[in-house]
Each structure stands twice: as C-alpha cells, then as structure tokens.
C-alpha cells in the first residue's frame, strides 16, 4: 500500500497537476485577470440561474397535427390507387375526415384492401391510427381515431424538440435545457442569452420547405379571389410588391419537399452580391429535383417556405447536380437562420411562444459570490478542525481539499459542464463531505498505534482497511447520482454532475494522494512515533 514507483509517482502527479490547472481560466474569469489568448482555455458554463439568459414556452396545437395526417392519407390514398388503376372522384378531406367516391361499384373490396396497409396500429393501445367505412354503397370515409392522433403528436413534439435542439446548438450557445412539458409544450432555456428575439424567430420559423410547378392556367382575376382551379391551390407571397400580384396558384401534388435536404449555407450571389441559400439534396431528393426541371423546362416553379412563396423562378435548364439556390430579398442574418433552419430539419408541427421571460444575470452573479463565501467559510473550519486534530496529516488533509476543489473545477471545464445553482449546493457538500475519508484513514491509524502495531504497519493497515469503507461509502452516492443524472432534468442533472465529479477526486486526492505523501515522508523521516 506504501510502495510507489516513480512512474507512478509521476503519472500521479502531472494528472493533478493538469486537472489543477485546468481550473485557472475559470478562477480568472471571475476577475479581471487575462490570459494569453494562445494557451488553451477551458471553462466551467453557467447556467440559467447563474448567467442569466432567456426562458421560452412553446405550444403545438394539436388539431394542425391531425390535418397533416389527413393530407398525408389523401396523398397516399391517390398514389395508391393510381397504381392500383382505379378511379376515384368527389374527394374531401374537410371536417377532419377524408372522403371519397369508387367510381366502378364492384371495385370496393379492391379499394379496402389496397387502402388497409395505409393504416396501422396505434402504438399499445391495441386500436388502429385511422378508421375506415362504407357508406351508400361506394363511398369511403376515413377518420383517424383519438389514439392515433395522440400517438402522432407525441412523435411530433419528440421531432420537435431534436430540431429545437439542433437549432439552438447552431447558435454556438452551451448547454441548452430543451425539455417537453405536458403533452404538447416545450421549455427552452438558453443561459447568457439576454436577447430572446434571435432565438424566437429562429424557433418560430417551421422551415418547412416545398418546391411546386406554378398552374400558368389559373386566371390572375380568380387567384385575386382565393379561386384556384381543380387540383391547385393558392399560396401567398412572402413578400409582395406593390403593383405585383400578392399570390399565385401552385400544383397541390406532384412537387418536391424540403426535407430531402443534406446542407444548407448561406452565401452571396456572384452577380447581385445579395444573400442568398444554398441547398443541396441527397441522392433520391436530387434525382427527383433533376427530374422535375428536366420535364418542366421553361416553365415556372415556386420556392415555397412555411406555405408562403419566396419566389417563382422559370426553369431554363435542368439542374442536375442536385443543388439549388433560394433567393428572396434576404438579409444576411434572415439568410444565416434559414440556413439553419433548413439543416436542422422542418418543424413536423408550428410552434409558439406562450411564455417568455428574461433572467438577468445578478442574481447569478450574488449566488455565486455567496456560494464562493459558504465554500471559503467552509473550507476554513474543516481547516482549522483537522490541522488542531491530526497535525501533520492534518496538513495532508487540507492540502488534498484544496487540489479536490481545484480539479473539481478543472473537469468540469475539459469537460464543459454546466455550474447551476443546485451546482453550487453540491459543489459545497463535496468539499463538506471530502474530509470523511481522511477522518476514518487517521482514526483507523490511531486504532492501529494503540494496539501496538508500528509505525509504517500502522500506517499500511489504516489506509488498507479504511479505504474499504470509503470505497463502500462513496460506491452508494455514485449510484444515487447516476440516478439523478439519468432521470433528471436541468438543476438536477447539474447537481448530480457536481456530485459524481466531486466523489471521484475526493477519493483520489483524500486517498491517493494523502498516501502517496504520506509514504515519502515516512521513507525520508523514519519517525519513531505519530503525533495522532
């Protein structure tokens, strides 16, 4: 137990020293001390509480969810059947229900068996996403049941929050907390975020991207009256001129959506040197768009975005490199967010911001100090109780405290995890809770003097037999913080992430360390007695 060869005298100490050092830069950023920019600088995050930043609450509307998937079925319903070359007419899918009509009579039990594979169970419920019947011999309805809807959007808002995130973690910004609250909410919390404005256009933009043949045989007096011809549909300008028309009839079916997309960036036109978007699709998007414009040549194509037009380019060529450019009056910051909007992903449903608050960064600012106190506090009496109690191993001791609370800070920097408030809490139990281990080495070797043992086998068997009950000890606060950190979320997590820290160098530096000097001293020394 007292016997360390050099190497590992040496890998023991530069690993102490590394995480020790790790620490400064966060030491300093609460000063106005600076570092050269050249030499690494890893820092611990605050979080929301402590840096302040911004708070927002989305909302789905779940009823957008159940039209989708009524457009969805209407479209795969007419794929479907085309292929299956049966004809059908007098379509609706209004009031929440898709209907139509079976031309030939005597085709109804084929339409229900090509139909039937559309639909499927709803989740363990043990019911089907979509009910189908029969009316007046030759009419289908279908109705999506209650569970398949609560099943849809579920799946929507977990899609949801992973494009939240994915946008977010665009910004640069660290360790967001995007949570789901209730059946169709979100939370967002973004700390050092004082403007929230960025992060609610970002986040309310679904970014749902479409590209569609114009219907050059719509009238320009009927699109003025919201009139589009069978199989079109009117969709407004994104921002219309004066003297132009404010929308234009596109086809409803038949375009290419947006998320077959693999990147997105934001660039300047060569020619006009405004901002503009370039989008590049994968295999099957691309060989779909080089499709679209081979067939279509010369005609026109709208670049629809969250079901508003940015533009109707004509198609003089086909594009077949399976990339495009989306211009549309940009600024180089609405060019950047779309950028990412699009390569985050659309939003499966819209969201919007219900609740929305600031937290400045004061409060944080009088925790920290606080906490830095109740830690210094702390750190003085355990101190002062162990140097009066064990002498020189009470040097040891509080020389072990002061690396734990240094390589505390230094991980969490590598690593860059979030400090929270709950932080601080557990960051002050550690430093508490550190000196336990040395208490129960010391009495152990005391025990073992008063039975007549000698020094160095003293020593050896105190540390032996103590660090089995540290281990054992700190064995059930990792277990119940790992716990905390699978199954908890934002203060909690950033407690339980202090805490197994925190356990793990206090062993390390109470233990470890502790023996490691404890052995040379007594190697260079050879005391006849201990002053325990």
């Given at each position: 137990m007292?016997?360390?060869?050099?190497?590992?005298?040496?890998?023991?100490w530069?690993?102490?020293?590394?995480?020790?050092?790790?620490?400064?830069?966060?030491l300093?950023?609460?000063?106005?001390?600076?570092?050269?920019?050249?030499?690494?600088q890893?820092?611990?995050?605050?979080?929301?509480?402590?840096?302040g930043?911004s708070?927002?609450?989305?909302?789905?509307?779940?009823?957008q969810?159940?039209?989708?998937?009524?457009?969805?079925?209407?479209?795969?319903?007419?794929g479907?059947l085309?292929?299956?070359?049966?004809r059908?007419?007098?379509?609706?899918?209004?009031?929440?229900?898709?209907?139509?009509?079976?031309?030939?009579?005597?085709?109804v039990?084929?339409v229900?068996e090509?139909?039937?594979?559309?639909?499927?169970?709803?989740?363990?419920?043990?019911?089907?996403?979509?009910?189908?019947?029969?009316?007046?011999?030759?009419?289908f309805?279908?109705?999506?049941?209650?569970?398949?809807?609560?099943?849809a959007?579920?799946?929507?808002?977990?899609?949801?929050?992973?494009?939240?995130?994915?946008?977010?973690?665009?910004?640069?910004?660290?360790?967001?907390?995007?949570?789901?609250?209730g059946?169709?909410?979100?939370?967002?919390?973004?700390?050092?975020?004082?403007d929230?404005?960025?992060?609610k256009n970002?986040?309310g933009?679904?970014a749902?991207?479409?590209?569609?043949?114009?219907?050059t045989?719509a009238?320009?007096?009927?699109v003025?009256?919201?009139?589009?011809?069978?199989?079109?549909?009117?969709?407004?300008?994104?921002?219309?001129?004066?003297?132009?028309?404010?929308?234009?009839?596109?086809?409803?079916?038949?375009?290419?959506?947006?998320d077959e997309?693999?990147?997105?960036?934001?660039?300047?036109?060569?020619?006009?040197?405004?901002?503009?978007?370039n989008?590049?699709?994968n295999?099957?998007?691309g060989?779909?768009?080089?499709?679209?414009?081979?067939?279509n040549?010369?005609k026109?194509f709208?670049?629809?975005?969250d079901?508003?037009?940015l533009?109707?380019?004509?198609?003089?060529?086909?594009?077949?490199?399976?990339s495009?450019?989306?211009?549309?009056?940009?600024?180089t910051?609405?060019?950047?967010?779309?950028?990412?909007?699009?390569?985050?992903?659309?939003?499966p449903?819209?969201?919007?911001?219900?609740?929305?608050?600031?937290?400045?960064p004061?409060?944080?600012?009088?925790?920290?100090?606080?906490?830095?106190?109740?830690m210094?506090?702390?750190?003085?009496?355990?101190a002062?109780?162990?140097?009066v109690?064990?002498?020189?191993?009470?040097?040891?001791?509080?020389?072990?405290?002061?690396?734990n609370?240094?390589m505390i800070?230094?991980?969490?920097?590598?690593?860059?995890?979030?400090?929270?408030?709950?932080?601080?809490?557990?960051?002050?139990?550690?430093?508490?809770?550190?000196v336990?281990?040395?208490?129960?080495?010391?009495?152990?070797?005391?025990?073992?003097?008063?039975?007549?043992?000698?020094?160095?086998?003293a020593v050896?068997?105190?540390?032996?037999?103590?660090?089995r009950?540290i281990?054992?000890?700190?064995?059930?606060?990792?277990?119940?913080?790992?716990?905390?950190?699978?199954?908890?979320?934002?203060?909690?997590?950033?407690?339980?992430?202090?805490l197994?820290?925190?356990?793990?160098?206090?062993?390390f530096?109470?233990?470890?360390?502790?023996r490691l000097?404890?052995?040379?001293?007594l190697?260079?020394a050879?005391?006849a007695?201990l002053?325990?």
């Open positions: 007292l016997e360390f060869p050099r190497w590992k005298v040496i890998w023991l530069a690993l102490t020293l590394v995480c020790a050092l790790a620490a400064v830069p966060s300093t950023s609460m000063t106005n001390i600076q570092l050269p920019a050249s030499l690494p890893p820092r611990v995050n605050l979080g929301l509480d402590l840096a930043g708070h927002i609450l989305l909302e789905a509307d779940p009823s969810v159940r039209q989708q998937r009524i457009e969805g079925m209407d479209e795969s319903v007419r479907k085309k292929t299956a070359q049966i059908i007419s007098d379509i609706s899918n209004n009031n929440g229900v898709l209907t139509f009509l079976v031309e030939d009579v005597t085709k039990d084929a229900r090509a139909i039937l594979p559309l639909t499927n169970g709803a989740g363990l419920t043990g019911k089907r996403d979509w009910t189908i019947t029969v009316v007046d011999g030759n009419r309805v279908l109705t999506p049941t209650q569970e398949g809807v609560d099943q959007v579920s799946q929507a808002m977990d899609t949801a929050v992973e494009v939240v995130r994915k946008r977010i973690d665009a910004l640069g910004t660290k360790e967001p907390t995007i949570i789901r609250q059946a169709n909410r979100i939370v967002v919390q973004v700390p050092g975020l004082q929230p404005q960025q992060l970002l986040l933009q679904t749902k991207l479409e590209f569609k043949l114009v219907d045989t009238l320009p007096s009927d003025a009256r919201g009139i589009a011809p069978v199989g079109s549909e009117i969709v407004p300008y994104a921002d219309a001129r004066e003297g132009t028309a404010p929308a234009i009839a596109v086809k409803r079916l038949g375009g290419i959506r947006g997309l693999t990147n997105a960036q934001q660039t300047n036109n060569q020619q006009t040197n405004e901002p503009v978007v989008i590049t699709f295999t099957e998007g060989a779909k768009f080089a499709k679209l414009t081979t067939q040549v010369g026109p709208a670049i629809i975005l079901g508003k037009v533009s109707a380019p004509n198609i003089n060529e086909p594009i077949l490199g399976g495009a450019v989306i211009s549309g009056r940009f600024t910051e609405s060019a950047n967010a779309l950028a990412i909007s699009l390569r985050s992903g659309a939003l449903v819209d969201l919007k911001v219900v609740e929305e608050r600031t937290v400045g004061d409060l944080g600012a009088d925790s920290i100090r606080k906490g830095m106190i109740a210094g506090v702390g750190t003085l009496a355990l002062v109780f162990i140097l109690t064990y002498g020189r191993f009470g040097v040891y001791a509080c020389l072990a405290l002061v690396l609370v240094l800070l230094g991980i969490m920097g590598i690593v860059g995890t979030t400090l929270t408030l709950p932080g601080i809490a557990g960051f002050v139990l550690t430093i508490g809770a550190a336990d281990a040395n208490v129960l080495i010391n009495e152990r070797i005391r025990e073992e003097r008063h039975r007549g043992r000698r020094v160095v086998a050896e068997m105190g540390y032996k037999e103590a660090s009950a281990f054992d000890a700190n064995i059930t606060n990792v277990i119940a913080a790992a716990l905390m950190f699978a199954f908890g979320s934002g203060p909690v997590k950033g407690f339980a992430v202090v197994l820290i925190g356990i793990a160098t206090s062993v530096t109470a233990v470890t360390l502790t000097w404890v052995a040379q001293w190697r260079r050879r005391p007695d002053n325990l």
